[in-house]
């Protein structure tokens, strides 16, 4: 089993920014995928950023140039750096976690944008 507790959420006005954390614990594999997904009131959830235990990062259309993703494999940690937040961001941000073949989500947290 993987537990996955995100923080960082929070309410920030267009244009500011906010950065997103994610620390897993439980059984581990060295080689995974964690990242972020998002679900909007009303909306399906979406994908954000995801990122390999390598290293190789995977952004959505929308967040490109705006949001960084990294993590910290020593410390089984992944961060999201979310800049130039505008409404449209405004949702309940969720970690995840690939290992093997299952797929482990945190409980999520919401961001709220402003305008």
């Known amino acids: 089993q993987v537990q996955l507790v995100e923080s960082g959420g929070g309410l920030v006005q267009a244009g500011g920014s906010l950065r997103l954390s994610c620390a897993a614990s439980g059984s581990i594999f060295r080689v995974n995928v964690m990242g972020w997904y998002r679900q909007a009131p009303g909306k399906q959830r979406e994908l954000v950023a995801t990122?390999?235990?390598?290293?190789?990062?995977n952004y959505a259309d929308s967040v490109k140039g705006r949001f960084t993703i990294s993590r910290d494999n020593a410390k089984n940690t992944v961060s999201l750096q979310m800049n130039s937040l505008n409404p449209e961001d405004t949702a309940v941000y969720y970690c995840s976690l690939s290992n093997l073949a299952m797929v482990y989500w945190g409980k999520g947290t919401l961001v709220t944008v402003s305008s």
């Open positions: 990122i390999t235990s390598g290293g190789s990062t």
